[in-house]
């Protein structure tokens, strides 16, 4: 009987934090204020208010009272919203407004580089997301 609990806690603690979007299973230590703002950068991401979505990933993204978790998720998260920027708007009229989500999306993965790397997967894999972002800038 202990083991078919144990079992069944496993599977459903994995269930949960595979079901849960990126950062979501670290946002425990996040204040309501915290999740509400990345609630919202998903929401107009998703919605595609893009630009608005950059907007405020910035603006959390430079608390200094936010925790390394909650920074790295919107960092994540404001990358994500400035590449799609880019990409829609690189060939319109828009195009510097294009660049400089690119340069947003840029800045937000070097400070994440910087400052906030804990894991191993993020030294394999933020540098080399650095490196084709910045290829990609020039």
């Known amino acids: 009987m202990l083991r078919f609990v144990m079992r069944t806690s496993i599977v459903s603690a994995l269930v949960l934090a595979l079901a849960l979007p990126?950062?979501?299973?670290?946002?425990?230590?996040?204040?309501?204020?915290q999740k509400a703002a990345m609630?919202?950068?998903?929401?107009?991401?998703n919605g595609?208010?893009?630009?608005?979505?950059?907007?405020?990933?910035?603006?959390?993204?430079a608390r200094t009272d936010a925790s390394k978790g909650f920074?790295?998720?919107?960092a994540r998260e404001g990358k994500a919203a400035a590449i799609k920027v880019f990409?829609?708007?690189?060939?319109?009229?828009?195009?510097?407004?294009?660049a400089v989500a690119l340069c947003v999306a840029v800045d937000l993965m070097r400070s994440y580089q910087a400052d906030l790397?804990?894991?191993?997967?993020?030294?394999?894999?933020?540098?080399?997301?650095?490196?084709?972002?910045e290829a990609l800038a020039t």
């Open 39 to 45: 609630q919202q950068i998903l929401t107009l991401r």
């Open 71 to 74: 920074r790295r998720a919107v």
């Open 22 to 33: 990126p950062g979501a299973a670290h946002a425990g230590d996040w204040s309501a204020e």
């Open 87 to 98: 990409e829609r708007d690189r060939e319109t009229p828009r195009a510097a407004a294009a």
């Open 117 to 133: 790397m804990e894991s191993e997967s993020d030294r394999i894999k933020i540098p080399a997301e650095v490196m084709r972002l």
């Open 48 to 61: 595609g208010a893009l630009d608005e979505a950059v907007t405020l990933a910035q603006q959390e993204f």
